[in-house]
């Protein structure tokens, strides 16, 4: 059975100011089983953070449902841990206690919340951090405390919206392999949104290719490439011929998006 | 000398103090060569000397102490009341939408009645006692105390309260605990600006059917045409305004660290 089901969700965002409505998603259907490493990938502006939004509960669908479990998702909850890719600790809470924030709102023991932030600031390469501000810490290591703090909830499903979207190139690349390491060890739910091809291969057990706006599901391709992954795995032939094809795919939908503005 | 005056480049660490005080130190040379160098009669303006021994005099023999904690406690009763009110009723502005649907028209209308032209009416009503002098700085603060709150509460980023909502805060949550630390700082702010302007009303509530305070004392000053006297109680106003307001950003400073340099 599919953890998280997407079935004929649309969203189309009424016009301001007499402007006509923008139709975000055409009806999107997406089936994600236990365990998947799922990365949208679509050129900008194609209504993949929309479809995540819906996911998360942010943005309420204009038709369809998302199923979680067998259970509706109406709003946001616990259970679907989002990283942004705009930097959102909260500035007035130290590194461990923003962590400790999910757990906090739902009622855990002070005791209890300490233990499971150092466990998961410590699988993030945070140890020794736990009392410093957001403002003291890069904008790597802001991403990953984001990230602990979403595991610190253990979510059934990870969302994740361009997480690493504004790190250099550098940081990004270690930024993956960390994710990645991690849910090789707790093989989480994962929906990660991303225009980045070789992040999107890199990671994922399925790339999902959205069109140019409005969005619809274009293609669905399984990676098939081994486990632990290195980085060493971006140079391999395999890898070059998925990003050989998801390149073609990508390309035709952005050369829409730029004929659409034109 | 050139390297100064760049648009929005901050100015070296020492040289701001001498810069502050030079201002001060251009300003009573003015006034000392004004008055000393026989430019205006002393019955219109009192020279430097001559209004610090006024004071002196104000002090020692007529108990200008009293008025000025009078003055004092006027102001901080009535803003402190103003902000009892206003505070909580901006952060349900800010937070609520309906709430502010349902507000800001009249306390936009409000905002705009000066605090002076109540001070008849709030004679009628509350004759010419502390009351009325405090009700004149609750009317002049609260109305700007409400709008500016409802404001910084309502342009909280909203990504971080997407994230707190996605990691399970409830509704009562991101309000006590996202909305209300994001804005503490800017609404602490806010409050030192508001309590600048009581200080304005004071002195004008004390002008009428008043028996105390420094108002009154200048009022009493004008009958005897003693400008020393009229100048050194306008001169302890700013003084007192300066000090709270060194106090209130100290005390921003301390209570909300994280915020520095917003």
Request: aromatic fraction near 10%.
């Amino acid at each position: 059975m599919s953890r998280l089901s997407i079935r004929g969700i649309e969203k189309t965002f009424p016009g301001r100011r007499r402007a006509a409505p923008t139709r975000a998603l055409e009806p999107t259907d997406l089936e994600v089983r236990d365990n998947d490493f799922i990365t949208i990938l679509g050129p900008s502006g194609c209504g993949k953070s929309t479809l995540l939004r819906v996911v998360a509960g942010l943005e309420t669908p204009t038709a369809g449902t998302v199923t979680l479990d067998g259970r509706p998702v109406t709003r946001p909850g616990p259970d679907r841990g989002m990283v942004f890719q705009s930097y959102t600790l909260f500035p007035w809470l130290s590194v461990r206690d923003n962590v400790c924030f999910g757990l906090r709102e739902r009622g855990v023991p002070r005791a209890e919340q300490l233990a499971i932030a150092d466990r998961y600031l410590a699988q993030v390469g945070l140890k020794g951090f736990e009392n410093h501000q957001p403002s003291q810490l890069s904008g790597g290591m802001q991403q990953r405390t984001a990230l602990a703090r979403a595991l610190a909830n253990d979510p059934g499903v990870l969302l994740l919206d361009e997480p690493f979207g504004a790190l250099d190139h550098q940081t990004r690349e270690l930024m993956q392999e960390l994710l990645l390491g991690i849910w090789e060890q707790h093989r989480k739910t994962v929906l990660f949104v991303t225009h980045d091809i070789d992040e999107a291969i890199f990671m994922a057990s399925r790339v999902v290719v959205m069109s140019a706006r409005p969005g619809r599901i274009k293609c669905d391709i399984a990676i098939d490439l081994p486990h632990p992954r290195s980085y060493k795995v971006k140079t391999s032939a395999a890898f070059a011929a998925y990003k050989e094809r998801l390149t073609e795919e990508i390309r035709v939908e952005t050369i829409k998006t730029l004929n659409m503005e034109a | 000398m050139d390297g100064l005056f760049a648009p929005l480049k901050p100015v070296p660490p020492g040289l701001r103090p001498v810069l502050g005080i030079l201002c001060f130190v251009l300003f009573f040379l003015g006034w000392g060569i004004v008055t000393y160098g026989g430019f205006v009669q002393p019955l219109f303006l009192a020279s430097p000397g001559e209004t610090l021994l006024k004071g002196g005099e104000l002090f020692v023999e007529y108990g200008f102490a009293g008025d000025v904690l009078v003055t004092v406690w006027r102001v901080f009763a009535g803003f402190a009341l103003a902000a009892l009110l206003a505070v909580p009723l901006g952060i349900l502005m800010g937070a609520f939408k309906p709430v502010e649907a349902f507000f800001s028209g009249f306390v936009s209308f409000a905002r705009y009645l000066p605090a002076s032209a109540f001070i008849p009416l709030l004679i009628l009503w509350a004759g010419v006692g502390e009351l009325q002098k405090i009700l004149v700085i609750f009317i002049g603060s609260v109305f700007q105390i409400v709008i500016m709150i409802a404001v910084i509460v309502g342009s909280v980023r909203t990504d971080l309260v997407e994230a707190a909502y996605t990691l399970g805060a409830s509704r009562r949550g991101v309000v006590l605990r996202v909305l209300l630390p994001a804005a503490a700082p800017q609404m602490a702010e806010s409050l030192r600006l508001v309590l600048g302007w009581a200080w304005t009303y004071v002195i004008v509530a004390e002008l009428v059917g008043a028996s105390a305070g420094i108002g009154h004392m200048i009022i009493e000053a004008q009958r005897f045409l003693d400008t020393g006297q009229m100048i050194f109680g306008i001169f302890i106003i700013g003084m007192i305004g300066l000090i709270t307001d060194v106090l209130f950003q100290a005390a921003n400073a301390r209570l909300f660290p994280w915020a520095k340099g917003r």
